[in-house]
């Protein structure tokens, strides 16, 4: 682990705030021995450690794999299937979702070099994020990126039953380097990936990915200047 992510900060200090009071407060009434003080030592500890977990920064060392689409978060393939994308392909095309549970890393990374040329947030519902409708229905951001080759994928952090808030540090207008933090999802969610239908994939329903280490997917006309460089 590299440390507890900038997300995270506010969370963990307000939270080992309260359960040191709580704690010191139970034991000054009642004794350090007391089954409410050695409870709540026990859960304090516990909320703790799953705090640290969840905002922890991996020790990864990822490295760039340009004619690739890599995995932008770890979690497992939940969705691959045809649909029709509405806001920002406009076409058929292929979604892949991989599902992150809460004890996933659960910083996103952009999957492949370009610019954003579309940002849009949406508030919603917080259905489980493994719901049909989850992907256009919950609170979600949606990034849309063109490629050198001027190819396009949509990548949409979708919010689930546990997480109420996502973070994006998506600017329309920006070029960004894959692998790069693209923002941070709060308590287990969803990422879903729009690509276009002449993808070749890497990876099936069930498989586990890792976020800026897995190749999804390859696009079949995916190519780069020599000399272009983010």
């Known amino acids: ?54 905002f922890r920064i991996p020790d990864r060392k990822m490295k760039k794999q340009p004619e690739f689409v890599l995995s932008p978060c770890d979690g497992k393939v939940v969705v691959l299937e045809k649909v029709f994308e509405p806001e920002y392909m406009k076409e058929e095309c ?13 910083i996103n990374w952009y999957p492949i070099d370009g610019e954003v040329d579309y940002y849009q947030y949406h508030p919603g519902k917080y259905l489980v994020a493994w719901h049909p409708k989850s992907s256009t229905e919950n609170e979600r951001s949606s990034i849309g990126i063109s490629t050198h080759s001027g190819q396009k994928l949509l990548v949409r952090q979708v919010a689930g039953v546990l997480a109420r808030k996502i973070c994006c540090y998506a600017v329309q207008g920006v070029r960004v380097p894959q692998n790069e933090e693209m923002g941070f999802i709060k308590f287990g969610s969803r990422v879903d990936l729009y690509l276009p239908l002449d993808t070749e994939f890497r990876v099936e329903i069930g498989d586990v990915v890792t976020g800026g280490i897995t190749r999804l997917a390859q696009f079949k006309t995916l190519s780069f200047p020599e000399n272009e460089t983010l």
Do not use: D
Request: glycine share 8%.
């Open 94 to 106: 292929w979604q892949l979702s991989v599902f992150m549970s809460p004890l996933n890393v659960h």
């Open 1 to 54: 682990m590299n440390g507890i992510h900038k997300e995270g900060n506010l969370w963990i200090g307000v939270s080992l705030l309260l359960v040191v009071s709580l704690i010191s407060g139970l034991m000054y009434q009642f004794g350090p021995t007391h089954i409410l003080s050695l409870l709540a030592t026990v859960l304090g500890l516990a909320w703790m450690l799953m705090l640290i977990q969840f």
